[in-house]
């Protein structure tokens, strides 16, 4: 019996080595076929962190979210603005202050991202704490759009977010002495910037992770999958739902706010055009595709429906060359009908998701005496 | 009305047109089963919903351990110790039963996000004394051995009874059980009436909506009746079934018309 519990571990333990080896080899594998697979790697664990952030409203506590996207976008200008010449450009009193720039630390930037975020989803949630379904969707529909025009047109008359022009010349990550922004030698090894970006994105989307599998066998996720059933039931057993939203709603939104300022850091440009409704369906798309509530299958969601545009665009152009000797349908479009037409059949074949959750999700995790 | 457990004078409440409650007083005694029958439509659930804070009572006053409240939202009333079943059965479907009695102890347990988070011993400890309560709660009720299916696998009669393991595990004073006999076989009722005793015995008092009589007069102390929101007679189950007023109320008089 010991030893036999002694294997099993023995037996998680290599596991989880071998995944670890595979996630850090990654992007040098796709490396070889090119730096733009790296990109796409570290824009798909972006999309696994928005994913996992909307994954807490909607799938956790069943909070239909259609303007998410929001969130990024606070995250994005937090640190577009903190980590760019603009705001000492535009305010003499900034720039006297800190003749230098700000150069706020990145320990600094992505925690106060993540909390100016949650500040908005608290707002956000706050005046919707009574509706429910299509009408809390419309809601936050339009609170999405209200946050895309605030940013398209702060710029007038005081220049905060630089209208549609965005905010551009942001710095990049700097941790310690390692600047993110070109090839760097690490230990011997040459290391470029892009592979930088992958082990910091990879290392917060493994935090985020934890985070919500804590949170989910835990008496906060419970209280969350209990208002997400049955909300009248839920309060009748002494769960203040009100706190419970709010929760959910900044949790959520503190995520979106890491992913997007993530983003910001790694294209050293934004503007309002990244931050449209199509990126909230896309985000939605992907936790309800991979399964709502469940964080294997949302992030198997992400990782599809971010990595498979991709690949499409990269196989398309030449099969058609091949077969047909020219390009009969562009990648885009084939792009936008597969992924409706996979959407409408998984909803019909697997409406609960690729990947659904199973019973005993927000059980106590067994404590080892 | 003597201090007593819980107490409510002149409820009131009125939807629309319809006085669904008019002038009820209520009283529970500590260790009490109290039974509240009536026809369909006196205005029973109502009773309970103005008492657990899911409606605003457009008049009466409520106490508690001696203590008045004002019941304004249903999670302060199940803190405060009056945890409730549903009619129509209301659990979380797509919870195992372990979990939906897990989700009961909400109230009486205190660990928050950071403690999720960071896995402290404090919240491991009470993890598990959640889950350890849990399991002796289904076992209590007699539906132990499902522990981990989903509620919604259940039977009907199991369902009913881990709706009122749910209840318990918020530690409650008054339990308040709306029809939880309803659509059981005779098996199932009888053992009801057993589990019944047993939480009367472990000095948790019931305040109990029921349709079969049998089963309202074997176990209660006293029985308020119910007709078109009045109390038309309280008292002991003796007293209650030979009262002439109830016995027109069910089988029916000509003033009802």
Not at chain 1, 136 to 153: C, D, H, K, S
Not at chain 1, 306 to 322: H, T
Not at chain 2, 125 to 144: D, F, M, Q, S, W
Request: with cysteine; hydrophobic share 50%.
């Amino acid at each position: 019996m010991m030893s036999n519990t002694l294997t099993d571990r023995q037996k998680q333990i290599a596991g989880f080595l071998l995944v670890a080896v595979a996630l850090a080899a990654l992007p040098w594998f796709a490396g070889m076929l090119g730096n733009s697979w790296v990109r796409v790697l570290n824009i798909a664990l972006l999309y696994v962190m928005l994913a996992l952030g909307l994954n807490i409203v909607v799938g956790f506590a069943g909070l239909l979210d259609l303007g998410y996207i929001a969130f990024y976008a606070v995250g994005a200008y937090v640190y577009g603005l903190l980590a760019s010449p603009h705001l000492t450009d535009n305010f003499e009193v900034l720039a006297a202050m800190f003749p230098d720039g700000l150069n706020l630390s990145i320990w600094l930037m992505i925690p106060v991202g993540a909390c100016i975020a949650a500040v908005f989803g608290v707002l956000l949630g706050a005046p919707t704490l009574r509706l429910r379904g299509d009408y809390l969707a419309i809601v936050t529909l339009g609170f999405g759009e209200i946050i895309r025009l605030f940013l398209n047109n702060l710029n007038a008359p005081v220049n905060i977010t630089n209208g549609p022009q965005g905010i551009n010349m942001i710095e990049p990550v700097t941790i310690g002495s390692v600047r993110f922004s070109r090839t760097v030698e690490l230990l011997g090894i040459e290391v470029p910037a892009l592979h930088l970006y992958y082990y910091l994105f990879l290392a917060l989307t493994l935090l985020i992770i934890v985070i919500c599998m804590r949170l989910q066998h835990s008496r906060i996720g419970r209280a969350w999958a209990a208002i997400r059933d049955d909300e009248l039931a839920a309060k009748a057993m002494g769960i203040n739902t009100r706190n419970m939203k709010l929760l959910a709603f900044a949790l959520g939104a503190s995520f979106g706010g890491v992913a997007g300022s993530m983003f910001s850091a790694f294209q050293g440009f934004i503007s309002p055009e990244s931050f449209g409704l199509m990126e909230s369906i896309v985000v939605l798309c992907m936790v309800v595709l991979g399964g709502m509530g469940h964080i294997p299958g949302v992030i198997l969601g992400a990782l599809l429906l971010s990595g498979f545009p991709e690949l499409l665009r990269e196989v398309v152009v030449p099969l058609q060359n091949a077969l047909f000797g020219e390009v009969l349908v562009d990648a885009e479009i084939l792009r936008s009908l597969i992924y409706g037409l996979t959407m409408i059949l998984v909803m019909l074949y697997k409406p609960k998701g690729l990947w659904p959750q199973r019973k005993g999700n927000n059980a106590p995790l067994r404590v080892a005496a | 009305m003597s201090g007593g457990l819980f107490s409510a004078k002149g409820l009131c409440k009125r939807f629309g047109g319809v006085q669904a409650v008019e002038n009820v007083d209520l009283s529970i005694q500590e260790g009490q089963v109290i039974g509240l029958i009536g026809p369909n439509g006196a205005g029973k659930t109502t009773c309970f919903n103005l008492i657990t804070g899911l409606y605003t009572p457009d008049a009466g006053q409520f106490s508690f351990q001696g203590k008045t409240y004002q019941p304004k939202s249903p999670n302060d009333v199940a803190r405060m110790g009056i945890a409730r079943t549903f009619q129509n059965i209301r659990l979380f479907n797509s919870m195992t039963a372990l979990e939906n009695v897990c989700v009961g102890m909400h109230c009486r347990t205190r660990q928050g996000v950071l403690g999720a988070v960071l896995r402290t011993p404090g919240q491991r400890n009470e993890e598990a004394r959640i889950e350890e309560k849990a399991l002796a709660l289904l076992h209590y009720v007699g539906i132990g051995q499902y522990s981990n299916h989903l509620a919604a696998q259940l039977s009907y009669g199991d369902q009913r009874r881990l709706e009122i393991a749910r209840a318990l595990a918020s530690e409650p004073k008054v339990l308040a059980l709306d029809e939880p006999a309803a659509g059981m076989n005779a098996t199932e009722k009888l053992k009801l009436r057993e589990l019944l005793l047993q939480i009367r015995q472990d000095n948790i008092a019931i305040l109990l909506i029921e349709h079969d009589v049998k089963l309202v007069m074997g176990i209660c102390d006293q029985v308020t009746v119910l007709d078109y929101g009045k109390v038309i007679e309280q008292g002991t189950p003796a007293q209650v079934q030979q009262s002439p007023a109830v016995i027109e109320a069910y089988l029916g008089g000509l003033h009802h018309g």
